[in-house]
């Protein structure tokens, strides 16, 4: 891996992290529920990017596969809570 390359994921793992911390602010201090709920997805899809930078980082495939499972999960989670929101329930 090159010095440059290596400079720029770590660079960009840094980014990652200052995002994560200021979803979890949001997530925290959000005023209303709708505020939260972006919060929520934004902090799944860091968390996804996370693990590819990681991925990346390591060269393990490992962190890819984790990062579809992170994706998944951060869709189905908001889409629930969204449809939770606007109709008071999740399965009719």
């Given amino acids: 891996m ?3 390359l ?11 992290m200052l995002a994560m911390m200021l979803c979890v602010v949001r997530l925290l ?3 209303a529920a709708q505020d939260r709920v972006l919060a929520l ?5 860091c968390a996804m990017l996370l693990a590819l ?11 890819f596969e984790a990062a579809m499972l992170i994706a998944l999960t951060g869709f189905v989670s ?3 809570l ?7 329930e999740v399965i009719e």
């Fill in 41 to 45: 997805d934004t902090l799944w899809m």
């Fill in 2 to 4: 090159t010095a440059l």
């Fill in 29 to 31: 201090l959000g005023p």
């Fill in 6 to 16: 290596s400079l720029a994921i770590n660079f960009t793992l840094a980014c990652i």
């Fill in 53 to 63: 930078a990681l991925g990346m980082r390591f060269g393990n495939l490992i962190y």
């Fill in 78 to 80: 908001t889409v629930a």
């Fill in 82 to 88: 969204t449809k939770f929101l606007m109709r008071g």
